[in-house]
């Protein structure tokens, strides 16, 4: 299976010459005449495609952001790093995002906090020298 980064080279150096005859402005995507796409016209594109593939859900490019930003801090991205690249000015603005990982940190420590492991493990302990 080809990687997400080999598409875009293959868009970028034989797809995207082709649409980009006369002025280019060095914009990565573009329009099928040639222009950069406004974020007004790549969300409605995006959002016409979530449409028609019918999950359930609308949306448009913050969808997409914000689940690539969601799922980033989920694996353990740290926060400062995840600002960057969304380019929020201050951490306020991207701790939204910590928020929606509670109940995934809840799930964690309900089935990795150590109180779990010594009374399974001292209840186990506790059971085979009862027996013995």
């Known amino acids: 299976m080809l990687s997400s980064l080999i598409w875009i080279k293959i ?3 034989q797809a995207r010459p082709e649409l980009t005859i006369g002025q280019d402005n060095g ?3 573009v329009t099928h ?3 950069p796409f406004s974020a007004n016209a790549l969300s409605g594109l995006v959002c016409k495609y979530i ?3 019918d999950i ?3 949306g ?5 952001h914000h689940t690539c930003a969601t799922l980033m801090l989920e694996s353990g991205t740290d926060i400062s790093f995840i600002q960057a690249l969304l380019g929020h000015a201050i ?3 991207t701790s939204i995002y910590t928020q929606i990982s509670i109940r995934q940190l809840k799930d964690i420590n309900t089935m990795t906090h150590p109180a779990k492991a010594e009374r399974g493990g001292n ?4 059971e085979q020298s009862m027996g013995s």
């Not at 448009?60 to 997409?64: G, M, P, Q, V, Y």
């Not at 209840?123 to 506790?126: K, S, T, V």
């Open 91 to 93: 951490l306020d603005t």
């Open 33 to 35: 005449l040639g222009e």
């Open 123 to 126: 209840l186990g302990d506790n």
């Open 51 to 53: 449409d028609k593939a």
């Open 56 to 58: 359930g859900t609308c």
């Open 60 to 64: 448009s490019c913050h969808l997409f």
């Open 27 to 29: 914009s990565l995507f």
């Open 11 to 13: 868009y970028q150096y």
